[in-house]
């Protein structure tokens, strides 16, 4: 039918796995405005969930990397992370092949897609997951932009493959949601984890808001490593989806974390026609 | 040079849980089907997540070898450090380190 929910969020793995280090007053409302978002994508009435993250190496290495990839199974796993680490149980997460195989072939008329009959979710979808379908009900659609082994694709092409997906999401009868997953500045599994620049990260979100094209693609990876860590690659999800919707965005949480790693972030953006 | 061999090793190790097993009981069989230096092979054999930081290896395959190894995440965060004070900064990669040796930033 269409897409009828656009959203974006952290996924940072010490949402869940380092929640009883972080102070529950930053926390809590975290939490709630994942719930909040919980509600909104319920109140879509989506028939599958399209989740466009940024994955970590879970099955995507350097010995064939693609830029862009969606997966194409009826089952999923996940997470394949230790559960007793991310504090997510493993279990097995419903997707609809038939459906990604028609979204996949209207996304290769403008991109390049490569596609995947196996997938083994990592936190980048885990832990928002968790909190918007803790029951593992609604068919997934997994999406992953390279964000961790350079060369990265260029933010344009972020752009073109969101503009993709929006076209391909029209044309299947199925009501479609997409959520975007990733960090904004970070840098997660050094030293400097906790580190957040929080005026670039209110900047660039500033910019997703107003879905501002050409601000979204106005910075180079040296500035965004430099002022944003390489975490910072991972805005290739939200300008993705900023894309997708066309519309404007809400933000509804953001606050900087430490323990958590990232400026945890959560918003919706309008579907504009 | 081998850097990439390392990654694989990570790579491979933290999505099978049948290496996993095979790490346990014969390490060295295990090792032997990677092209590694014996920098790499001492660091990996020695649970040196410092060392195997400075040499390189991506921090989110890092990050779970040290879950593997059962480290927590303090320790493992000033594991990386410990690697850095005598070792020196990052020899390739995207994840160098920027703050200061005693800045915890997230206080671990």
């Known amino acids: ?273 | 040079m081998s850097l990439y061999q390392l990654q694989k090793f990570l790579f491979d190790l933290n999505r099978d849980p049948s290496l996993q097993s095979t790490y346990r009981s014969d390490q060295q069989q295990l090792l032997g089907r990677y092209e590694l230096t014996a920098q790499e092979r001492e660091a990996i054999a020695g649970g040196d997540i410092g060392m195997m930081y400075v040499l390189g290896a991506n921090g989110q395959l890092l990050m779970h070898f040290a879950a593997f190894l059962g480290m927590a995440w303090p320790d493992y965060i000033q594991a990386m450090r410990d690697g850095v004070r005598p070792h020196g900064p990052v020899r390739a990669g995207v994840y160098a380190m920027t703050t200061a040796m005693d800045e915890k930033v997230a206080g671990v």
């Not at chain 1, 280090?21 to 994942?34: G, Q, V």
């Not at chain 1, 993250?53 to 995507?60: I, K, L, M």
């Not at chain 1, 029209?170 to 984890?193: E, F, K, M, N, Y």
């Open chain 1, 1 to 273: 039918m269409s897409l009828v929910f656009a959203g974006i969020c952290s996924h940072a793995p010490g949402i869940t796995g380092r929640a009883d280090m972080a102070d529950p007053a930053l926390r809590e409302p975290l939490y709630a405005a994942f719930r909040r978002m919980r509600e909104q994508l319920a109140a879509a009435r989506p028939d599958a969930l399209i989740i466009v993250a940024a994955e970590h190496f879970a099955n995507f290495f350097m010995n064939n990397m693609p830029s862009f990839a969606i997966g194409m199974a009826d089952r999923y796993s996940g997470p394949i992370e230790d559960p007793a680490w991310l504090r997510i149980q493993p279990t097995s997460i419903p997707g609809n092949a038939a459906l990604s195989q028609r979204l996949i072939q209207q996304v290769m008329q403008t991109v390049d897609v490569a596609f995947a009959e196996e997938w083994k979710f990592d936190h980048g979808i885990m832990v928002p997951l968790s909190f918007l379908t803790p029951g593992y009900d609604l068919p997934v659609i997994p999406v992953n932009i390279n964000c961790q082994g350079p060369p990265l694709a260029p933010l344009p092409r972020a752009w073109a493959f969101g503009e993709a997906i929006r076209r391909a999401a029209d044309t299947v009868p199925q009501r479609i949601a997409l959520v975007g997953t990733g960090g904004i500045s970070h840098w997660p599994a050094t030293p400097d984890s906790g580190r957040i620049n929080e005026a670039w990260d209110r900047d660039f979100l500033d910019k997703w808001s107003r879905n501002d094209q050409a601000g979204l693609l106005s910075y180079s990876d040296a500035d965004t490593y430099r002022e944003a860590g390489q975490g910072g690659f991972e805005i290739r999800t939200f300008i993705s989806v900023a894309a997708a919707a066309r519309g404007k965005g809400h933000l509804q949480h953001y606050q900087p974390i430490p323990i958590f790693a990232v400026g945890c972030t959560v918003a919706v953006m309008d579907i504009a026609a």
